[in-house]
T-cell receptor
């Protein structure tokens, strides 16, 4: 099965700075790479995803980059705001089931 | 357009008891998956229901069972509850069986506490 690791486990940045979270996976057959944001008391919400035929995708302040050779993909958040504070999960899809990383707790200090 | 709804939001049970959690998928979705999220961890896949049948299953004992109804809603049943079953149980709906072709929509979960 898929082995998924996220780094760092916690990240604290100043408002306006950038944040980068990295996800490594083991299944070379993975072809779908989403990132989810989970706020307190809520379920995870999809914020951005990328497929294996694309190297980078951007949506306003967030972007995802994929390196299939090295088997990792990263979430980039620019101009961070306090409302970006949450737990972020990667969940690469390899085979039939989606495995989630352990999560990264991002804190944006005003 | 209603999103994924789960009930109840919170539940307290005693070891050895049985529990049933309920989920209504997002309008237009036909597939329901269940995940267990322990405190401070990522969600763990329990199983997926499509066309009223269990299609995929994660590494969970058969104390965990489910059902999908003709209207696509679903139930998760857990028998002989253990303290370690305390977690947030998340329902996820999608169109078709996922595989990245349909975004997953999560409910806000049911917080189960086993004492």
């Amino acid at each position: 099965g898929e082995n998924v690791e996220q780094h760092p486990s916690t990240l604290s940045v100043q408002e306006g700075d950038s944040a980068v979270i990295k996800c490594t996976y083991s299944d070379s057959a993975s072809n779908y790479f989403p990132w989810y944001k989970q706020e307190l008391g809520k379920g995870p919400q999809l914020i951005i995803d990328i497929r294996s035929n694309v190297g980078e995708k951007k949506d306003q302040r967030i972007a995802v980059t994929l390196n299939k050779t090295a088997k990792h993909f990263s979430l980039h958040i620019t101009e961070t705001q306090p409302e970006d504070s949450a737990v972020y999960f990667c969940a690469p899809l390899g085979g039939d089931d989606m495995r989630f990383g352990a999560g990264t707790r991002l804190t944006v200090k005003p | 357009d209603a999103g994924v709804t789960q009930s109840p939001t919170h539940l307290i049970k005693t070891r050895g008891q049985q529990v049933t959690l309920r989920c209504s998928p997002k309008s237009g979705h036909d597939t329901v998956s269940w995940y267990q999220q322990a405190l401070g961890q990522g969600p763990q896949f329990i199983f997926q229901y499509y066309e009223e049948e269990e299609r995929q299953r994660g590494n969970f004992p058969d104390r965990f069972s489910g059902h999908q109804f003709p209207n696509y809603s679903s139930e998760l049943n857990v028998n002989a509850l253990l303290l370690g079953d305390s977690a947030l149980y998340l329902c996820v709906s999608s169109l078709g069986q996922g595989g990245g072709n349909s975004p997953l929509h999560f409910g806000n979960g049911t917080r189960l506490t086993v004492t």
